[in-house]
């Protein structure tokens, strides 16, 4: 409570319940005409702020469609057009349909490919354009050659 805003002072105690409610409204009264003010100060700061900073995220949201076309532009298989529900593209993950799917995506992907050594935690076989194959390790986010 700010210095301004100061309680009311003590009345004597009311005589009557007209009396009682008389103070009681007047009191709530006050109450709400303060709290009105406050409410009334704090939205007009968040409009303020929506009108200042409304044209940036606009610009944000578009980038984020953008990207996410983008993304499913070169994929009809991922696109919502086809009428796949996401649950359906999900279950299928772990079946033939969803591995094939899978293959050929990463197929598309430019080269070097890079695969798990089956058995062997930690190694990765990297996979060039003419086919050649060289097992390593990624450190510090670099591939390095086994050897």
Avoid at 22 to 41: A, C, K, W, Y
Avoid at 42 to 71: K, P, Q, Y
Avoid at 93 to 113: D, T, V
């Amino acid at each position: 409570m700010s210095k301004e805003q100061k309680l009311p002072e003590a009345q004597a105690k009311p005589e009557s319940e007209a009396e009682f409610d008389t103070l009681i409204s007047d009191l709530l009264d006050q109450f709400f005409r303060q709290m009105r003010g406050h409410v009334e100060n704090s939205l007009e700061d968040h409009l303020s702020e929506v009108r200042t900073n409304g044209d940036a995220i606009c610009r944000m949201a578009a980038a984020v469609v953008e990207f996410a076309e983008g993304l499913t532009a070169d994929r009809p298989d991922a696109s919502p057009s086809d009428g796949t529900p996401l649950s359906k593209l999900l279950a299928s993950i772990h079946s033939s349909a969803g591995q094939s799917r899978l293959a050929s995506h990463l197929e598309q992907l430019p080269f070097p490919h890079y695969e798990p050594v089956p058995g062997v935690p930690d190694s990765i076989v990297r996979v060039e354009a003419d086919g050649t194959r060289t097992t390593g390790r990624f450190v510090n986010r670099q591939f390095r050659a086994d050897g």
